[in-house]
């Protein structure tokens, strides 16, 4: 199957500082990302979905003042963290989804971690 | 608005069972269903993608089923070894939004 790669897999930071978060699909474009967030022993909850060469649609609640989404490429879109808290720490995951047949690829997730 | 279940929310069974995963959903309009593995602190691995239109699909040791009429799924995990051991979530393609279900927790005691 398709690869999406996510970098970094861990990040700690101080309160107050920026966290960018890195999706790449490896081996195929993808036009479409979403981002998710997933807290211990919950399921997933989307974020946002990022589409390439345009504004992020946010799901409801999820302040995209907060949570910076650009899809600069059909290859990469970030994630950036803004002026992190210690309740802004979780595991975020990011997929991209197969133009034809609509099956979901997911990165390895990257587990933040605000002091 | 869709709901997906997966009761119960863990399970451990010795190696070499048999084993089957549920998976409900509330709407059956669903595009497709799919189902996933994850690995503690990893990422989700695609094990099964099952279209609306189609009512299994098997990889090696897996076969999932579909009955969108009645709103299930199945994941059957044939002679189950230690290292299918994560959490197994479905999830369905529902008005171009993917809902999950909270995971199944399996454990293949050796």
């Known amino acids: 199957g398709a690869v999406v790669s996510q970098h970094p897999s861990w990040v700690i930071c101080k309160s107050g500082t920026s966290v960018k978060i890195e999706c790449r699909s490896l081996?195929?474009?993808?036009?479409?990302m979403f981002w998710y967030r997933q807290f211990p022993k919950q399921s997933l909850m989307l974020m946002a979905t990022?589409?390439?060469?345009?504004?992020?649609?946010?799901e409801q609640g999820v302040e995209k003042d907060k949570f910076l989404i650009n899809h600069a490429s059909l290859t990469l879109s970030t994630l950036t963290v803004t002026s992190a808290h210690p309740e802004d720490s979780s595991f975020y995951i990011c997929s991209a989804p197969d133009t034809y047949t609509g099956e979901l690829f997911f990165g390895e997730g990257s587990r933040l971690t605000v002091l | 608005k869709q709901e997906v279940t997966q009761i119960p929310a863990a399970l451990s069974v010795p190696e070499g069972e048999n084993l089957v995963l549920n998976c409900s959903f509330t709407d059956s309009a669903i595009y497709n269903l799919q189902w996933f593995r994850q690995d503690p602190g990893k990422g989700l691995t695609s094990l099964l993608l099952?279209?609306?239109?189609?009512r299994e699909q098997t990889s090696g040791r897996l076969n999932a089923s579909l009955d969108k009429s009645s709103g299930r799924s199945t994941l059957y995990i044939a002679a189950s070894q230690p290292g299918d051991s994560a959490t197994y979530l479905c999830a369905v393609l529902h008005n171009s939004k993917l809902t999950f279900g909270k995971g199944i927790t399996l454990s293949v005691r050796p």
């Open positions: 081996d195929f474009q993808a036009t479409t």
């Open positions: 990022s589409n390439e060469g345009s504004k992020a649609t946010y």
């Open positions: 099952i279209q609306s239109s189609q």
